[in-house]
């Protein structure tokens, strides 16, 4: 390496240590406490294995083979889970052993036999999110389809695996995974939300789904759909309040649309139309939708452009 090279070299690492001393709270030295994200994911498809059996993995079971298998899975998702979990606890307020500590490994381990025995409530779930999928969706060919290859089953499985750990008040592991399928589908679902089952996304592309929503059952949203919070300029002081909007039962939402605030409730069999802006609460069996604006076409008749207006068609036309 040319001297002239080193020397270079040699500031900017310099220059980097000045700013490791300047912003000390973005780096983390001599700590074994940080959680391993790779661990993680690879812990989210060993569950994926658990609860869907057969249709990911590398294996192909049969009914002798289920019972190994499971345990197999099982044995593995513990020993990396509890590890995980103990190092997520010295995050939580009122922890300072170190991960080896007997205390904290007893707990982490009590933790994970607590997320692992809610599994069959979660595949009950899950069971439920794929039949309200497969029936509300007349491009799915199968529920194996929807199984292996929906966007939204992959982000539901996730946030209902996450919000276990959520509700168990295990820091920072839930949210590396909702954040982990966010960045796989686009869609991004806080680990806090409460969702009911039969719970169908279709596409889901830019859907958010923010910390204090709460959905109820049979609930459907399209693509770009935001459940948010009015204003995060409060910051901090927030925190713990009801920001994001309540969703009754057997609600449709449609793609663009934006319901925000925490006293926001939308009534039991509405349907929220294309890009809607809503900040106050629906009665139940109401249809809310955007005036559809007057559309212009442009037709080309030898050479020149005549212009003709025609009336868009109402949106309810389109939905039954």
């Not at 491009?139 to 389809?145: C, G, L, R, T």
Request: net charge negative.
């Amino acid at each position: 390496m040319a001297q002239k090279e080193e020397s270079s070299i040699k500031e900017l690492v310099n220059m980097l240590l000045q700013s490791y001393q300047e912003h000390e709270e973005i780096i983390k030295v001599g700590t074994g406490n940080q959680l391993n994200r790779s661990v993680i994911i690879d812990i989210i498809e060993k569950l994926r294995c658990i609860i869907f059996p057969g249709y990911f993995g590398k294996k192909n079971i049969s009914s002798s083979s289920v019972e190994y298998y499971a345990g197999d899975l099982l044995e593995d998702v513990i020993f990396n889970l509890s590890k995980q979990i103990a190092h997520a606890l010295h995050h939580r307020q009122g922890y300072d052993q170190s991960p080896s500590d007997l205390g904290i490994s007893a707990k982490a381990e009590e933790l994970t036999f607590s997320f692992l025995s809610r599994l069959p409530q979660v595949r009950q779930y899950l069971a439920a999110d794929v039949s309200a999928s497969f029936d509300g969706d007349p491009a799915a060919f199968s529920k194996d389809e929807i199984i292996s290859s929906y966007p939204g089953i992959y982000a539901i499985m996730v946030y209902r695996l996450a919000h276990v750990l959520y509700e168990l008040n295990i820091p920072l592991i839930p949210r590396i995974m909702t954040e982990h399928a966010h960045n796989v589908t686009g869609i991004d679902i806080h680990p806090g939300a409460q969702i009911g089952h039969h719970f169908f996304i279709d596409h889901g592309t830019g859907i958010v789904i923010g910390e204090t929503t709460v959905i109820g059952n049979h609930v459907k949203l399209y693509q770009g759909v935001t459940l948010g919070g009015l204003s995060t300029k409060g910051g901090q002081t927030m925190k713990g309040t009801k920001r994001h909007p309540t969703i009754e039962d057997d609600v449709t939402i449609y793609s663009g649309a934006s319901i925000l605030g925490g006293t926001t409730v939308i009534g039991t069999r509405v349907v929220i139309g294309s890009n809607a802006f809503v900040t106050q609460s629906v009665p139940e069996k109401t249809k809310v939708s955007v005036k559809n604006p007057e559309l212009q076409y442009k037709i080309e008749e030898q050479s020149s452009w005549k212009y003709k207006e025609f009336q868009q068609e109402a949106f309810w036309d389109y939905v039954i």
